[in-house]
C-alpha cells in the first residue's frame, strides 16, 4: 500500500510503500504505525493508547502531524499494523515518533509554505539518493 496525504509527516512520506502485518487489535502496542478503514477512506496513523470499552479493546490513534487524536477506532475498522517503510531499495522498520518528528509535523502541518518546501526537498532527496517513493511535487 502506498501512503497518501499529510498526517504522518515527517515518518511517512505521500507515495512511500508500506508493508502490512495481518494481526489482531489486541496484539497492537502504543506507538506502533496501525491501518484502518472509516468511512470508505484508509487511515495510516501511530496508537497513541488502547482502551478497554467491556469486553472490546478499542484504540485511540493520531497522525504524527495531527494536533488531535482520531475518533476510537472499533476492531471492526482495523485492518493491520504497518511492519515497514520502502526507502531506496530496502525495507526499514517505520520510524518512532520523536519529540523532533512530531514538532516537525506539526510546522508541516499548520504551514503550507514550510510543507511545500518539505514535500520538493522529499522529492528531491529521493531521486538523488535512489528511491522510488513516487512522490509528485
Known amino acids: 500500500l502506498a501512503a497518501f496525504g499529510y498526517s504522518m509527516l515527517?515518518?511517512?512520506?505521500?507515495?512511500?510503500?508500506?508493508?502490512?502485518?495481518?494481526?489482531?487489535?489486541e496484539q497492537v502496542q502504543p506507538s506502533e504505525v496501525?491501518?484502518?478503514?472509516?468511512?470508505?477512506?484508509?487511515?495510516?496513523?501511530?496508537?497513541?493508547?488502547?482502551?478497554?470499552?467491556?469486553?472490546?479493546t478499542r484504540l485511540i490513534t493520531r497522525g504524527d502531524a495531527l494536533p488531535s487524536v482520531d475518533a476510537?477506532?472499533?476492531?471492526?475498522?482495523?485492518?493491520?499494523?504497518?511492519?515497514?517503510?520502502?526507502?531506496?531499495?530496502?525495507?526499514?522498520?517505520?520510524?518512532?515518533?520523536?519529540p523532533w518528528r512530531r514538532l516537525t509535523g506539526l510546522a508541516l502541518t499548520?504551514?503550507?509554505?514550510?510543507?511545500?518546501?518539505?514535500l520538493r526537498w522529499h522529492a528531491w532527496w529521493s531521486t538523488a539518493s535512489g528511491s522510488n517513493s513516487g512522490l509528485a511535487t
Open 10 to 25: 515527517p515518518t511517512l512520506w505521500p507515495g512511500e510503500v508500506l508493508t502490512i502485518q495481518s494481526q489482531s487489535l
Open 34 to 56: 496501525v491501518l484502518f478503514s472509516r468511512e470508505g477512506r484508509f487511515f495510516i496513523h501511530r496508537v497513541v493508547r488502547k482502551v478497554k470499552m467491556g469486553p472490546e
Open 72 to 98: 476510537t477506532v472499533f476492531p471492526l475498522e482495523f485492518l493491520g499494523k504497518i511492519v515497514s517503510v520502502r526507502r531506496g531499495d530496502r525495507d526499514i522498520p517505520v520510524p518512532s515518533c520523536s
Open 110 to 118: 499548520y504551514s503550507v509554505h514550510l510543507r511545500s518546501l518539505g
